[in-house]
């Protein structure tokens, strides 16, 4: 079974740097698009960053510039690194990928930032 495992969250201070890696396991096929949705309390899912294979990406409005997303093809894994983190950033952050037809979620790791 295909499942995403993600590590690296934690608490970090205001204008403080996060990396965060997704990893795909039980993958017959190689992973053409990974990215990362966020959700914070009492709030929707909403997207952060996209990656396809061959470098392209996509950011939302509010992480451009802060945040870089990267893939490894060989390896199927996605890192997140985030800089100048603001208490707005906190939230858990879900690794995503799109897989033969459907979508698999990780379990989703925890952001916070705080004095």
């Known amino acids: 079974q295909v499942q995403l495992a993600e590590s690296g969250g934690g608490l970090v201070q205001p204008g403080g740097s996060l990396r965060i890696s997704c990893v795909a396991s039980g993958t017959v096929f190689p992973v053409n698009v990974m990215g990362w949705y966020r959700q914070a309390p009492g709030d929707v899912r909403e997207l952060v960053a996209t990656?396809?294979?061959?470098?392209?990406?996509n950011y939302a409005d509010s992480v451009s510039g802060r945040f870089t997303i990267s893939m490894d093809n060989a390896k199927n894994s996605v890192l997140l690194q985030m800089n100048n983190l603001t208490p707005e950033d906190t939230a858990v952050y879900y690794c995503?990928?799109?897989?033969?037809?459907?979508?698999?979620w990780g379990q989703g790791t925890q952001v916070t930032v705080a004095p």
């Open positions: 995503y990928t799109p897989y033969i037809g459907n979508t698999i």
């Open positions: 990656i396809n294979r061959n470098g392209l990406t």
